[in-house]
């Protein structure tokens, strides 16, 4: 099981533009980014990576930039976070039963990374879930972190089709959730709109919520 570090420098690329950011922003974060919350959370939500001023910032994921504001919001509505607004590490925020990460823990040029720097990232993701009880929720927010959790459960892609507002059942009782991501773009175009995400983050929250266990439905 690969351990998750801070002074990770295995994506060159990634390491190069990390240190240019330094540079121009001393007073950031600039390294990898762990992720928040409890190891054994019900729920696991994975992001795509961090961004320039937001999580690179901040060293937390979705906290200090746009793509968070939605995301902790509906987070708390659903008791999953005790207050719903994420400005820093030590703002006092808990997250309940629930742990935030990214498909690659490095900040990427232009928010894009590269597909073999997903590959390299996708064994800390791997050993993330491995973590989850059974039976637990994965939210995957948009196409790239839904296949990066296949990836890191030796699934095809043709497995499971990513399309918002979907459900699909994985190995040891996990089930996986899709959501368009909580990004500026997506939100300000109303591709993804409050009532659109809340509604998805309602559905885990009411099916790990049921008599019996986690998960008693099945998936479509």
């Known amino acids: 099981m690969q351990k998750f570090s801070v002074d990770c420098r295995q994506c060159p690329r990634l390491a190069r533009h990390l240190e240019d950011v330094r540079q121009r922003h001393p007073e950031y974060h600039a390294r990898p980014v762990a992720a928040f919350g ?3 959370a019900e729920l696991l939500v994975v ?3 961090p961004g320039l001023h937001g999580a690179n910032r901040t060293g937390r994921p979705f906290t200090g ?3 968070g504001i939605l995301l902790y919001e509906t987070l708390h509505r659903c008791g999953f976070a005790s207050q719903p607004v994420s400005v820093a590490r030590g703002d006092g925020l808990m997250l309940t039963g629930c742990r935030i990460t990214n498909a690659v823990k490095c900040l990427p040029p232009a928010n894009r990374p590269l597909p ?13 879930i491995g973590a989850l009880p059974a039976g637990a929720a994965v939210l995957a927010l948009g196409l790239i972190a839904h296949d990066a959790v296949l990836m890191a459960l030796g699934l ?4 499971c089709r990513f399309r918002h507002g979907d459900r699909h059942d994985l190995p040891r009782g996990l089930r996986l959730y899709d959501s368009y991501h909580c990004s500026r773009y997506n ?10 995400f809340k509604r998805v983050v309602a559905t885990i929250r009411s099916d790990l919520s049921r008599p019996g266990g986690r998960r008693t439905r099945p998936g479509r």
């Open 38 to 40: 409890p190891d054994r």
């Open 187 to 196: 939100t300000q175009t109303r591709r993804l709109t409050p009532d659109m």
């Open 156 to 159: 095809k892609r043709s497995s």
């Open 47 to 49: 992001g795509l990576a």
């Open 65 to 67: 930039d746009h793509a």
């Open 116 to 128: 073999q720097e997903v590959r390299q990232c996708n064994a800390f993701l791997a050993a993330e």
